[in-house]
């Protein structure tokens, strides 16, 4: 972690959120356009999706010269990367925000825009909760990195391993201590974010197979937010992207694609679906899709997930030698971290799995409360004196269902990837979910969009040397 220097750091962090105010004005809502003609927009390949997917493969094809539209449902752009303002005006991420020097596309996406990047603080003793006899937790995880790399290392096409579901799975390692099976299901729901008696085994370990850093996941942070870069992506496509707009159905014809929104249609001779596969299934298709596309979008479950910011006027936990970093045995699938930079300071508290799903059932100020009274036991009265919280539940978030990220439940549909893969014609699937690196991250997203744009100019090249 202290290999890599600290940047020098920038010139403070209104400049994105200014940025992207400034921007919005550019965008056209669907308002704006109401207006306008009743004929449909015409384009080359419309994108369903404002998120790091879809701004990704909209700003490839517009370098491509196609005449691009995207459609994004929510006011604003970067999906699940979001900003959330505290009331002096900083900004802080509610949704993706971490990343580390082996995601190497967010790291140039950040070269490029000019963001600088700052090393997350995790030097320090690491808390257990409860408390654990000293170099037990590090023992621990190190026999669930064991687990980890024997579950990659599975041979997926023996068919005794198709119908497992992860904890079917981890029953069957008898050899492994109770404590260490204990800290490998808090693994799970802490980042695929659902219990182990759903998740698919196959997936789980064909997914874990694709996250190679060698580099610590938080690694590191924009100074500033994540969302930043999703703003200055979305500042190139200009009024080609249409915020406010989600669609709602799709009819597809050899020759062309019609989205239906609520005020206008759009035709296109492409269309790239780039949500998660969730929130596609949800779309009206015409005509249907056939069998095994339905199957191949039936076979995930959303994540369940929350996080906190919590935000303090010193990182107090430093000076009493401390990383920030909170691991929680009971209830699993909690962990806190260290968020500071630059001039802002504070905490991270991520609940991840069956714990969001309970907590989301309750009233917010009741979770807040709890989640205080928690980091209070965990670090002293200090955790107590924050300045202001902020708590996104993303569970039932009507536009990603769930976070971090969608996982396969269904053990009937070990191909309900390379389905949606495979796309449909004149229609193709892209997200992170989908990625064949990094998938459940922003840098999934990133190589997600990247694929899906090179697809669809090849196919518009093939068509004009015909
Ligand atoms: C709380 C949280 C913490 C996370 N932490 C990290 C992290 O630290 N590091 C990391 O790398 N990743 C993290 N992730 C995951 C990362 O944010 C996602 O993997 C990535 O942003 C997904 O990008 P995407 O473009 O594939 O999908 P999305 O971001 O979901 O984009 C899809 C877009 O489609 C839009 N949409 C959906 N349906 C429709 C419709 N019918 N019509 C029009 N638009 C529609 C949505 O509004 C959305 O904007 C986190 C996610 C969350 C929520």
């Known amino acids: 972690m202290t290999a890599c220097p600290r940047n020098p750091p920038h010139g403070g962090f209104f400049i994105g959120a200014v940025h992207f105010q400034k921007n919005l004005s550019v965008f056209a809502t669907m308002s704006q356009l109401e207006n306008q003609t009743e004929e449909p927009i015409e384009c080359d390949v419309a994108i369903v999706g404002a998120g790091f997917t879809g701004l990704t493969a909209a700003t490839e094809l517009k370098k491509a010269g196609l005449d691009i539209v995207v459609l994004e449902a929510r006011d604003t752009v970067g999906g699940r990367v979001e900003a959330h303002a505290f009331a002096d005006g900083i900004e802080v991420d509610a949704g993706g925000q971490f990343f580390c020097r082996d995601m190497v596309h967010v790291v140039s996406l950040a070269e490029t825009y000019g963001r600088p990047v700052v090393m997350s603080h995790a030097t320090g003793e690491v808390i257990s909760q409860p408390p654990l006899p000293k170099g037990k937790a590090e023992e621990l995880w190190e026999s669930v990195d064991g687990l ?44 695929w ?39 200055d992506m979305a500042a190139g496509l200009g009024d080609r992207l249409i915020i406010g707009s989600p669609v709602t159905a799709i009819t597809t014809s050899p020759e062309s694609v019609t989205l239906t929104t609520q005020k206008r249609l ?24 056939p069998d095994r596309f339905t199957r191949a979008l039936d076979a995930w479950s959303a994540g369940m997930a929350m996080k906190f910011n919590i935000r303090y006027a010193e ?15 009971d209830p ?19 609940v991840g799995g069956p714990q969001a799903g309970i907590w989301h059932e309750r009233p917010a100020d009741e979770i807040r409360r709890e989640i205080v009274s928690r980091l209070v036991a965990a670090l002293g009265e200090e955790a107590g004196r924050f300045t202001e919280i902020h708590l996104r539940d993303w569970v039932d978030d009507p536009w990603s269902d769930g976070a971090y990220s969608d996982v396969i439940t269904d053990l009937g549909s070990p191909d309900a990837e390379a389905v949606l893969l495979e796309g449909l014609g004149n229609l193709h699937f892209a997200a992170s979910e989908l990625s064949p690196s990094f998938p459940g991250y922003v840098e999934g997203a990133i190589v997600a969009g990247k694929i899906a744009a090179e697809k669809i100019t090849h196919a518009f090249q093939a068509k004009t040397e015909r």
């Open 148 to 191: 980890r790399d024997r579950m990659i290392a599975t041979d997926l096409a023996d068919p005794a391993v198709s119908n497992l579901t992860v904890a079917g799975w981890l029953q069957e390692q008898t050899d492994v201590p109770d404590d260490v099976a204990q800290s490998f299901r808090r693994m799970v729901k802490g980042l």
């Open 193 to 231: 974010c659902r219990s182990p008696e759903e998740i698919s085994f196959a997936y789980l370990a064909s997914n874990d197979r694709r996250v190679t850093n060698k580099y610590p996941e938080l690694e590191m942070i924009i100074d500033g937010t994540m969302h930043m870069l999703a703003a």
């Open 266 to 289: 759009v035709r296109a001779r492409q269309v790239l679906l780039a949500v998660p596969p969730i929130m596609a299934r949800r779309l009206s298709f015409s005509p249907a899709l």
């Open 315 to 329: 990182p107090f936990w430093r000076k009493q030698g401390l990383s920030g970093l909170v691991m929680w045995r």
């Open 332 to 350: 699993q699938g909690i962990f806190a971290c260290d968020a500071s930079h630059g001039d802002y300071c504070g905490l991270i508290i991520f």
